[in-house]
């Protein structure tokens, strides 16, 4: 993670109030998780730190854009990210178990690395389920799919076929 050195804020000199730090992300920066899902990515993070006398308190907003296989027709497809979360940092020596908003930092720390959270916020945003807009997707490989399944229907176990008659409503 040695390029990542671009995401360190160091704290200790700022003064107490709203700072803001804006940071581009592309490929290069997953690669450094050994992340290779993407075949293309682009975000734009904006981070609010708000430093107060004990705590701080980091806002992240991202929005950017993907670019995966489709799930239905393995076409790219080009997703939309977009999202808002918080991180919560707490200064002290006691143990401490950590949640995901709230951070403890030892007290003598000056500086914190914020590149492993964008990872993992964009992470936790990405959608279950890639897929281009209705309509966009290769209208060849949809075609041969739903073929493939109308085969796959006539050739049923005769087996299971005489389980179709049976009522399933319980309330007869």
Known sequence: MRSLSEYIIKFE?????????EFDVDNAFFEEFDCFEFKKSSFKIDLEFEKQSTIMLLTFNFTGTITVPCDRCLDDADVDVDGEEKLIVKFGNEEYDETDEILMLPIHEH????????YEFINVNLPQKRVHFEGLCNQNVIDKLERIEQKEDINEDPRWSTLKGINLNKNK
Not at 13 to 21: E, N, R, S, V
Not at 111 to 118: D, G, L, Q, T
């Open 13 to 21: 000199g700022l003064k107490q109030g709203t700072h803001f730090y």
């Open 111 to 118: 500086e914190i690395n914020v590149a492993k959270y964008i």
